[in-house]
């Protein structure tokens, strides 16, 4: 075969694998440059203000809801319950960030309580209708109050994403209501484990 060819061959297969792109190791979202990274500024459920630099060190789970939610609320915090579980002794470097969309009602005493039902690596967190309203438009979520029934009660439909950072603060991966214990586990733990950047 001419040289000539073999360079134009060679160039060719340089040039496909190039192409070739390795697969995802993620089975969630994947956000990286696409949302931005931690930051806020809210009361947590001890009544302390704290920032999203409060958290520099732990892969924070951020989740928007409020305590008299009738369903996905408590859902989704079983399920991330049984997810800090499967991680074992690596959930310790894990916080779930529960954002009260319902600050009215949402004291940091009634946080503390709810949070504290399913487990210590869960915080609850709250602050002015101003200042969660900045943090909710941050992320894109989306919440409004239901209509008051007779004794005053209402729902609030709310968003139902769970945004994933990385140690550093970085935005990284989405989650949604339909994602399962198994692919939460797999991502944080090649979140956890992942070399420093």
Same mark, same amino acid.
């Given at each position: 075969?001419?040289?000539r060819?073999?360079?134009?061959?060679?160039?060719l297969?340089?040039l496909?694998?190039?192409?070739?792109?390795?697969?995802?190791?993620?089975?969630?979202?994947?956000?990286?440059?696409?949302?931005?990274?931690?930051?806020?500024?809210l $009361?947590n459920?001890l009544?302390?203000?704290?920032?999203?630099?409060?958290?520099r060190?732990? =892969?924070?789970l951020?989740?928007?809801?409020?305590t008299?939610?009738?369903?996905?609320? *408590?859902?989704?915090?079983?399920? %991330? $319950?049984?997810?800090?579980q499967n991680?074992?002794?690596?959930?310790?470097?894990?916080r779930? %960030?529960?954002?009260s969309?319902?600050?009215?009602?949402? $004291?940091?005493?009634?946080?503390?309580?709810?949070?504290?039902?399913?487990?210590?690596h869960?915080?609850g967190?709250?602050?002015?209708?101003?200042?969660?309203?900045r =943090?909710?438009k941050?992320?894109?979520?989306?919440y409004?109050?239901?209509?008051?029934?007779?004794?005053?009660?209402?729902?609030v439909?709310?968003s139902?994403?769970i945004?994933?950072?990385?140690?550093?603060?970085?935005?990284?991966?989405?989650?949604?209501?339909?994602?399962? =214990?198994?692919?939460?586990?797999?991502?944080?733990?090649?979140?956890?484990?992942? *070399?420093k950047?």
């Amino acid at each position: 075969m001419p040289r000539r060819l073999l360079i134009l061959f060679a160039a060719l297969a340089l040039l496909l694998a190039g192409c070739s792109h390795a697969p995802s190791p993620w089975l969630l979202t994947d956000v990286r440059g696409y949302l931005p990274n931690l930051r806020f500024h809210l $009361t947590n459920d001890l009544g302390q203000p704290v920032t999203g630099a409060s958290y520099r060190g732990k =892969v924070a789970l951020l989740y928007f809801g409020y305590t008299h939610c009738p369903d996905v609320c *408590p859902t989704t915090l079983a399920h %991330l $319950t049984v997810v800090l579980q499967n991680l074992g002794p690596l959930a310790q470097h894990v916080r779930v %960030l529960f954002v009260s969309v319902d600050p009215k009602r949402d $004291t940091p005493a009634l946080l503390h309580a709810y949070t504290s039902a399913f487990g210590p690596h869960i915080i609850g967190l709250t602050g002015t209708p101003d200042a969660i309203a900045r =943090v909710a438009k941050r992320y894109r979520v989306a919440y409004s109050y239901g209509k008051p029934d007779a004794s005053g009660n209402y729902v609030v439909n709310h968003s139902a994403a769970i945004f994933i950072f990385d140690k550093q603060g970085r935005a990284r991966l989405l989650a949604t209501e339909s994602s399962s =214990v198994a692919q939460l586990t797999h991502d944080l733990h090649l979140l956890l484990t992942e *070399p420093k950047a």
